[in-house]
């Protein structure tokens, strides 16, 4: 069985080929350009009509949500690797769906609402949930090495590009325990390799 990873530069799909590396899977990695606009290149909608990255073909399907790509090959092909214990499976599945289904708008938002003139009142209102949320996690990893103790999961890798963003925006330094989490994250052999292979996660921020 081929797994064909399709990725694009700045994207979430970093995270795939992340994930791909630590579980030693073999994988065609296929790489998309972005346009002048930053936005996917027809190749991707190519591949699925949302045109969105990650896309990954495996088993007959075309998946595109990182949570469930990661859910699905971590539970079917990974034999066992970056699953927790059973007594934390609950909270490995609820870290792994709050990074797209909580973190992620107010962090987009936070990212991109100046850009977009959003209105004060609502920059206000995202800044307000980032810093709760960004709370919670720091409260959260306080004597633990990972989202669910000891043992580094997939919901690690989910949640660790919207914490690059945050970083971009000094939301990491203030907070230890992200810190040395981040750290951790990044310091990890198959991380270095998928930054290698995909390029990197965030832009420079001017």
Request: hydrophobic letters at 40%.
């Amino acid at each position: 069985m081929t797994i064909r990873v399709h990725h694009l530069k700045i994207s979430r799909s970093t995270r795939i080929i992340w994930l791909m590396e630590e579980l030693g899977l073999p994988y065609e990695l296929v790489q998309h350009t972005r346009g002048e606009d930053f936005r996917s290149p027809p190749s991707l909608y190519d591949v699925h009509p949302l045109g969105k990255a990650p896309a990954v073909e495996v088993n007959g399907r075309t998946m595109v949500e990182s949570s469930a790509i990661i859910e699905y090959i971590v539970d079917r092909l990974g034999g066992g690797k970056l699953l927790p214990p059973d007594s934390g499976r609950a909270e490995y599945l609820e870290w792994l769906h709050f990074t797209e289904g909580t973190l992620g708008m107010p962090m987009l938002m936070r990212l991109l609402g100046p850009r977009w003139g959003m209105p004060d009142m609502a920059l206000g209102f995202m800044e307000a949930e980032l810093k709760k949320q960004l709370d919670w996690i720091e409260s959260q990893l306080e004597g633990r090495s990972f989202l669910c103790g000891e043992t580094f999961t997939g919901a690690d890798i989910n949640l660790e590009y919207l914490l690059e963003h945050a970083e971009t925006l000094g939301l990491i330094a203030p907070r230890p325990n992200l810190s040395r989490y981040l750290a951790a994250l990044k310091a990890r052999p198959a991380y270095v390799k998928a930054i290698e292979l995909g390029g990197p996660i965030t832009l420079p921020r001017s």
